[in-house]
């Protein structure tokens, strides 16, 4: 079984910075593209930004220059720096892994239970 499991999230002030850390666990062979995707209250759950194994990286228009995604293949983690924040970038932020289990085995999308960030003006 593969658990994903998100930390650091808080409440900070505009401007402010948090790091976000993500750690996959369980019966894991392969660990593919990782991202960290978000949702506001009423609102859908957003792409934020990936990163593949290889170390690609991509983000959303909103979040381009403030924030910055890594991860370290050898202990199955993924981390989100988040800098300048505003108050839009308030919401639940959600860890997402594409994980093959076994070897030979299919690839599975996986989420963690979401940690609240939020920002005040």
């Known amino acids: 079984q593969v658990q994903l499991v998100e930390s650091g999230g808080d409440l900070v002030q505009a401007g402010g910075s948090l790091r976000l850390s993500c750690a996959a ?12 995707y978000r949702q506001a209250p009423g609102n859908q ?5 990936e990163i593949s194994s290889g170390g690609s ?3 959303a ?24 924040l505003k108050p839009e970038d308030t919401a639940v932020y959600y ?3 594409i994980i093959v289990p076994r070897r030979f085995g299919s690839a599975y999308q996986y989420w ?3 940690t609240q960030v939020t920002v005040s003006s």
Request: hydrophobic share 40%.
């Open 25 to 36: 666990s369980g019966n894991i062979f392969r660990v593919h593209a990782m991202a960290w």
């Open 45 to 49: 759950r957003d792409l934020v930004a």
């Open 57 to 59: 990286t991509d983000y």
């Open 61 to 84: 228009d909103s979040v381009k220059d403030r924030f910055i995604i890594s991860r370290d293949n050898a202990k199955n983690m993924v981390y989100l720096q988040m800098n300048s």
């Open 95 to 97: 860890c997402n892994a």
């Open 112 to 114: 963690g239970q979401g």
